[in-house]
């Protein structure tokens, strides 16, 4: 083994390895908002489509795949206003200050928004996703997996909202 792959894998198993103790912390730009993961993201990626660059007002939005039940605010939950940016999904963003925060699928918590993350989320963006919708005045300089819409082995529970 190549000594870069070598690094490589122990780096993945040392997220594994810590990924069940860790707690990830994250906030709103006002700070009215904040919540808690216990554990690691599933998967991290970064969404091109037309529906996360104009809620983000970005070029792509980073989100971090979690379990419900993973999830829990810790402050400032009545300040959260969902929008339903499609049928069974929706938007949660802080209403005082705009930070968009959270992916509710039928009122639970099943992606966040890794800019709102603190600390380091011990992860790294392993894909782009929806990439035929991407921004024309974007470049994507890396050279992570793309895919046009979802990524083949999403979890079809996930792929209710047409973005
Ligand atoms: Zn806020
Ligand atoms: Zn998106």
Same mark, same amino acid.
């Given at each position: 083994m190549e000594l870069t792959e070598l690094t490589a894998k122990s780096r993945f198993e040392r997220q594994i390895a810590g990924g069940d103790n860790m707690t990830i912390r994250g906030s709103c730009l006002c700070?009215?908002? $904040?919540?808690?993961?216990?554990?690691? #993201? +599933?998967?991290? !990626?970064?969404?091109?489509?037309s529906i996360c660059r104009k809620s983000h007002g970005a070029? #792509?939005?980073? /989100? !971090?795949?979690? @379990?419900?039940?993973?999830f829990r605010w810790t402050s400032g939950e009545t300040f959260v206003q969902a929008?339903? $940016? $499609? &049928?069974?999904r929706q938007r949660g963003f802080c209403q005082k200050c !705009?930070? &968009? %925060?959270?992916?509710?699928? #039928?009122?639970e918590v099943g992606e966040v928004v890794v800019g709102t993350v603190d @600390? =380091? &989320?011990g992860m790294r963006p392993s894909e782009h996703i929806f990439v035929a919708? +991407?921004?024309? /005045?974007?470049?994507? $300089? =890396?050279? %992570? &997996?793309?895919? =046009?819409?979802w990524p083949p082995e999403? @979890?079809?529970?996930?792929?209710l909202e047409v973005r």
């Open positions: 700070g009215a908002v $904040s919540y808690e993961i216990t554990g690691s #993201f +599933k998967v991290m !990626g970064n969404c091109h489509c070029a #792509f939005a980073t /989100w !971090g795949i979690i @379990d419900p039940d993973q929008y339903e $940016s $499609s &049928p069974g !705009g930070t &968009p %925060l959270v992916s509710l699928h #039928f009122g @600390d =380091d &989320p919708s +991407k921004a024309p /005045w974007h470049e994507i $300089s =890396d050279t %992570l &997996p793309q895919f =046009d819409e999403i @979890d079809s529970s996930l792929t």
